[in-house]
């Protein structure tokens, strides 16, 4: 009894700690996945403001393509399906997806906030680090 | 002139609230017969003063007070009045007021209804109910009035966030509060008999109904917050496993854990302080849950507001709550003496494996909510955990649970022979084994091993239950209401895991681009799209597709999916169309007009989804039944009989 307890708890917890690993997801900002930084063998999530004028839709399918920036680096985002209703030009959004060998990133879902007023953390995050880099390279670009 | 009568009445409940903390304590540790019974009226009249408030701030949302900055920013000139009135909580400061005002609530309630309670015991339990009032109000006062005024006046305010207006939605919060909140009884009663040093098995029959109350109340809360989603979000699930949601299921689990742990306490005085541990966490996890939803700190489709003083004020106030019970529970918890003895197969064995799966599943989601939180604390990175580890972890959980649930209900108190059991369940066993595998090979015509599982497992339980039940009717035994709540609740289980496994399993969705006049065919329903026409409701402008839902020649149905714009918001919102029956819902959603004519939509098959609420309801049918049982009042009435020496016999009613 106790040994089958034991037993059956460790595995468990083998399997919990399996699946807890397995299915982190990191955030990453455009900037970061231009640098290489992203993994190419798992799914994260990348975050940013939709450049406006960049969505782009097929005329038969629902395949749609957009960019997101950190107002440093922009990237390419594709999406086959309905967007949220809060997705526009100018708004912070947060998709989840993977690279892809050509290194196009393919999102299996794009989450944008419910409050119109509200950014999602990392994005603004990511939008601060990126304006703090570029500060820092302005300094040094004048020294 | 209102509004400030409004906050005025909050600073009269806060000073009362703290002589209903203060006063009542000192009586206890004197014996002032005097000061203790203070504690009473000071409830009452805490609760007339919050219940003034509210009054106040409901007032200002139904005339268009738009010179209060929480109403012109919750609500406008078009809003109709229903969603005016559930405006109250639609945002931070007034879900607090809400939240206090339940507070208010419960602690009337056990003034009043535990008439027969030791004095000494009622004070200390009302004053500990006063300390969280406390907190409560020194939140909303120093940090979130909702009463605060603004200038100049606008003419119209902004408009309560679309989504919120919905009838399931605007009762949802205080369903859930009633069951937050209601959790603070039983930790009240544990502390106050931790303060006490008395802790014998009576605490745990006072606590008992007032935490299976609080627990129905959030069953149903969480219910109807899944059911909303569902409606509301478009995206045709029933759950996200979003930080929000856990935050309420994480008091609910360990609250499950805590209704069962008092039964094996209250009838065999086993387990004390393993339960007064129980009542601690499972309202922590309340507080816990103000915290996640309130401070915004996490990543999540609600988070509504983002002020971190607010968040800083809560942490503390959690740490003071948690830290201080549990300190008292580590300087006081070596007086508790469990007497009851029991051989490992016994009831009191079934039960306390049901509290260990339960705190795993509490772990699981805790882990899952919180790890991102401090990672992102320490600066190590932006994460967030995917739903497949929450998915998994609880197919592995369910699996020993509904095992259980087969077993537990049946086995004798004190000990039981295995072999007499294992006679009469071992046939339903074999049964709903097969069964459970066979059902999805003759229906669908493959054999999935998840389905399987789910399946037999809800046949199981399902058919275990019954035959107790009947076993008992046979016999011609009474059957007291407790025990048909219990009947109830665990068939609500059964049928909450054949929703959820026939859901899982035969789901069907499709994101089309769709032309009027074309037809797609998804799980032999044919979704004819006639056109779309313009709508004008009451407070927005919609889009509205028209649907003509045919299958074999029938027309099973139309749906008429919405896009909505409302006045004031720029944002369109979708508004889903399911036609709904007891076996399959069909749901449909409009996405955006495209090129030529057509819009994208979504369309969804949904087996057996309304089994998943049916299955709640059922469990909150039978908690409501097992406290309307009369063994209650009668203890109560026997308890006159105050000082009354404690014995496992007695307890054993």
């Given amino acids: 009894m106790i040994i089958a307890l034991v037993f059956g708890v460790g595995l468990a917890a083998v399997l919990g700690l399996t699946a807890f690993e397995e299915n982190l997801l990191y955030f990453y900002s455009p900037t970061q996945v231009k640098a290489g930084e992203a993994p190419v063998t798992h799914s994260f999530r990348v975050g940013g403001l939709v450049v406006e004028g960049s969505v782009k839709r097929a005329p038969d399918s629902l395949k749609i393509e957009f960019d997101v920036t950190d107002n440093t680096e922009a990237m390419t985002i594709e999406y086959t399906g309905i967007l949220p209703d809060l997705f526009r030009e100018g708004q912070g959004i947060v998709a989840m997806g993977n690279l892809q060998p050509d290194g196009r990133f393919v999102a299996q879902e794009v989450l944008a906030k419910h409050d119109e007023n509200y950014m999602p953390p990392e994005v603004a995050d990511a939008l601060k680090a990126a304006e703090a880099a570029a500060k820092e390279k302005a300094k040094e670009a004048v020294n | 002139m209102i509004p400030e009568l409004g906050h005025f009445a909050l600073i009269i409940a806060f000073a009362i609230t703290i002589v209903q903390a203060v006063v009542p304590l000192i009586g206890a540790a004197r014996n002032d017969a005097a000061l203790i019974s203070m504690a009473r009226p000071a409830a009452l009249v805490q609760l007339l003063f919050v219940g003034l408030a509210y009054a106040a701030l409901t007032q200002a949302f139904i005339v268009h007070d738009f010179s209060v900055l929480y109403v012109s920013q919750h609500s406008n000139l078009v809003q109709p009045l229903m969603y005016r009135i559930s405006g109250v909580w639609g945002s931070h400061e007034g879900s607090l007021l809400l939240w206090t005002l339940i507070l208010s609530l419960w602690t009337v309630a056990v003034a009043v209804y535990s008439r027969n309670l030791p004095d000494i015991l009622m004070a200390r339990v009302l004053a500990v109910m006063a300390m969280i009032s406390i ?18 006046v606008p003419l119209d305010g902004n408009e309560l966030n679309p989504l919120l207006q919905d009838p399931g939605l605007a009762i949802h919060p205080p369903m859930l509060y009633m069951g937050y909140v209601g959790f603070s009884v039983a930790f009240a009663f ?13 605490w745990a029959r006072w606590s008992r109904p007032w935490t299976t109350i609080s627990w129905s109340f959030l069953t149903m809360g969480i219910a109807l917050g899944s059911w909303w989603a569902y409606n509301e979000l478009g995206w045709g699930g029933w759950w996200f496993w979003d930080p929000v949601e856990n935050a309420s299921f994480m008091p609910w689990l360990v609250g499950t854990a805590l209704i069962h742990s008092l039964a094996s306490t209250e009838k065999r005085g086993v387990f004390k302080s393993w339960t007064v541990l129980l009542a601690i966490l499972a309202f922590s996890l309340s507080l816990l849950g103000t915290f996640i939803v309130r401070s915004g700190v996490l990543v999540s489709v609600h988070a509504f507001a983002t002020d971190p003083t607010r ?37 009191e064995t079934a039960l306390l494996l049901n509290n260990i799966i339960f705190l795993t599943a509490a772990l699981a989601v805790l882990v899952g909510t919180m790890y991102p939180l401090v990672v992102d604390a320490f600066g190590l990175g932006k994460i967030s955990v995917g739903r497949p580890y929450f998915d998994a972890m609880f197919a592995l959980i369910a699996i020993p649970l509904l095992l259980l649930l087969g077993f537990g209900p049946v086995i004798r108190w004190k000990g039981d022979d295995w072999k007499r059991l294992a006679k009469v369940q071992i046939s339903i066993f074999i049964f709903s084994i097969v069964a459970g595998f066979l059902l999805p090979f003759i229906i669908e015509d493959e054999l999935n091993l998840a389905t399987g599982f789910g399946l037999a497992g809800a046949l199981w339980v399902a058919l275990t239950t019954l035959r107790d039940l009947f076993s008992r009717l046979s016999k011609n035994l009474k059957l007291p209401l407790a025990y048909l709540g219990m009947i109830i609740a665990h068939l609500g289980v059964a049928v909450f895991v054949a929703g959820v496994t026939v859901t899982m399993s035969y789901s069907e969705e499709k994101d089309l681009r769709m032309e009027p006049g074309s037809s797609y065919n998804i799980a032999g329903y044919d979704f004819h799209f006639q056109g779309v026409r313009i709508v004008q409701g009451p407070n927005y402008k919609a889009s509205e597709a028209v649907i003509e839902v045919w299958k074999d020649g029938n027309k099973s149905g139309e749906l008429f999916p919405q896009k909505r714009t409302y006045t004031g918001k720029s944002n369109p919102m979708t508004d889903a169309s399911i036609d709904k029956t007891l076996f399959r819902d069909l749901y449909a959603a409009l996405g955006e007009e495209l090129e030529g004519g057509a819009w994208s939509m979504r369309v969804y098959y949904k087996p057996m989804i309304r089994w998943i609420w049916l299955g709640c309801i059922f469990m909150t049918i039978g908690g409501v039944l097992a406290v309307s049982d009369r063994r209650y009042r009668q203890t109560a009435t026997a308890k006159l009989r105050k000082d009354a020496p404690e014995t496992p016999a007695a307890a054993n009613a």
């Fill in chain 2, 135 to 152: 907190g409560f109000l020194a939140f909303m006062l120093f940090t979130s009035n909702p009463f605060e005024r603004l200038f100049p």
């Fill in chain 2, 190 to 202: 544990a502390v106050a008999a931790l303060l006490g040093g008395k802790l014998d098995a009576t």
């Fill in chain 2, 311 to 347: 968040g800083v004020f809560i942490l503390a106030f959690l740490v003071i709550v948690v830290g201080g019970s549990l300190a008292l529970y580590a300087w006081r918890s070596d007086t508790v003496v469990s007497y009851g003895r029991f051989q490992w197969f016994s009831r």
